[in-house]
């Protein structure tokens, strides 16, 4: 297996890796796992596996999340089908970090580009560790002890709204009252510290006047995307991108309207932050 670094933050290009040998293979399995610690996001280009494959492959990170606002895809396990088209177009273009709504939020997620656009939709990957590290260290004591609170219907205000939305997702919110993690959270396996709160789905943090709340969580959304902590997938069909959720964000860019675009996801389940 060949590493290349696609950017200084984070990321790696993967080659001369198949993921169907690495659903047999503990060897190939345990290199792509321990690349993704390193790296933060993998990508595999060239990757034309079945989605119950795909699912197989994910599963070896650890049990399955489901996701409550997705449909799957028949017959394999529980990969998520996101899809845009003309007549109903993407709606989240905010970064985030996968299903922070959650009290034990996931700790991987693997996504399939099925059909890509001829161009647009790119992903851009933020370094949650990066990002801590760059603050300076009154600013680094201030938030470690703070508390965020996480929405799910903050993250979906947009499909809640629509005609029929409340009632569509209405079993979605009751599972999903908000919760509450620490603003900075300890990577459970490379021990290192990373920033724990997005604009999608943070509405406040625990504890600070309102007025402090949005003044800190603004600072911090445009501090955490500094370009320099970032990188960009180009996504070509049967790419498949890795990252880790506990120590990045991801955006996609939704500027290839009125093209279709569907991807393949799996998310692993992770563990409560702390």
């Not at 006047?209 to 902590?229: G, K």
Request: aromatic share 8%.
């Amino acid at each position: 297996m060949q590493i290349e670094k696609a950017a200084g933050a984070l990321g790696a290009y993967l080659s001369g890796v198949d993921i169907e040998d690495a659903v047999t293979s503990e060897d190939a399995f345990s290199a792509i796992r321990a690349a993704l610690i390193e790296h933060q996001v993998l990508f595999l280009r060239d990757q034309p596996i079945a989605p119950q494959r795909l699912y197989e492959f994910a599963r070896m990170f650890g049990s399955i999340e489901g996701h409550p606002a997705y449909a799957t895809v028949e017959g394999a396990g529980d990969v998520q089908i996101l899809e845009s088209t003309p007549e109903n177009p993407s709606k989240i273009e905010k970064w985030h970090s996968d299903m922070t709504f959650r009290s034990t939020p996931p700790m991987a997620t693997v996504l399939h580009g099925k059909v890509i656009p001829k161009f647009g939709g790119d992903t851009l990957f933020a370094s949650m560790y990066a990002a801590y590290d760059a603050l300076s260290e009154p600013m680094r004591e201030l938030l470690d002890p703070l508390v965020a609170v996480h929405d799910f219907r903050h993250g979906f205000a947009e499909s809640l709204a629509e005609p029929g939305g409340a009632e569509r997702l209405a079993d979605a919110v009751a599972a999903n009252p908000p919760v509450e993690h620490p603003l900075v959270r300890t990577h459970p396996e490379s021990g290192r510290q990373a920033l724990y709160v997005n604009p999608l789905f943070t509405t406040r943090i625990k504890g600070l006047a309102p007025a402090e709340s949005r003044a800190l969580l603004e600072f911090l959304y445009t501090h955490m995307v500094t370009e320099e902590f970032t990188v960009r997938l180009n996504w070509q069909p049967e790419t498949i991108a890795i990252w880790d959720n506990r120590c990045t964000q991801h955006k996609p860019v939704n500027d290839f309207f009125p093209q279709h675009r569907r991807l393949h996801r799996v998310t692993v389940a992770g563990d409560r932050p702390h």
